[in-house]
C-alpha cells in the first residue's frame, strides 16, 4: 500500500530557504506523476509543482524559487523553497498518482499529512 509522509516545515523569514521532504512507496517518478500541493486557509488547495520522469512544471507563483525532485533510490520527493515570502505560508502536501500528470488535486490517489509553511516578513 502506497504512503507519503511530509517533513521539514517550519517558520523562516521572508527571503529565506526551506527543503521539504515527502518519503514514500509504491510510485515512481519515471512512470507516475507526483506533485506538491499547498493550501492556505480559506483558500483552494493549488498545485505548486510536479513531476513526472524528466518533466518538471512549476506554477507561475513559484517558478524560479522553487525546486522540485526525486531520489529514487530513496524513495524520496523534495522541495527546495528558495526566496520565500509571506504569501507561500500554508500547509504543503505531496501527492502521488498512477500514470499522467494532473493539475487538479482530485485527480490524486495518495497524499501524505502535510506539513506546515509559515513565511514571515
Known amino acids: 500500500q502506497a504512503q507519503l509522509a511530509e517533513s521539514g516545515g517550519g517558520s523562516v523569514q521572508a527571503g529565506g530557504s526551506l527543503r521539504l521532504s515527502c518519503a514514500g512507496s509504491g510510485y515512481t517518478s519515471s512512470s507516475d506523476c507526483m506533485a506538491w500541493f499547498r493550501q492556505a486557509p480559506g483558500k483552494e488547495r493549488e498545485q505548486v509543482a510536479r513531476?513526472?520522469?524528466?518533466?518538471?512544471v512549476y506554477a507561475s507563483s513559484v517558478k524560479g524559487r522553487f525546486t522540485i525532485s526525486v531520489d529514487n533510490d530513496k524513495n524520496t520527493l523534495y522541495l527546495q523553497m528558495n526566496n520565500l515570502r509571506p504569501e507561500d505560508s500554508a500547509g504543503y502536501y505531496c501527492a502521488a498518482r498512477r500514470g499522467g500528470c494532473a493539475t487538479s488535486w482530485a485527480l490524486f490517489d495518495v497524499w501524505g499529512q502535510g506539513t506546515l509553511v509559515t513565511v514571515s516578513s
Open positions: 513531476i513526472r520522469g524528466d518533466g518538471r
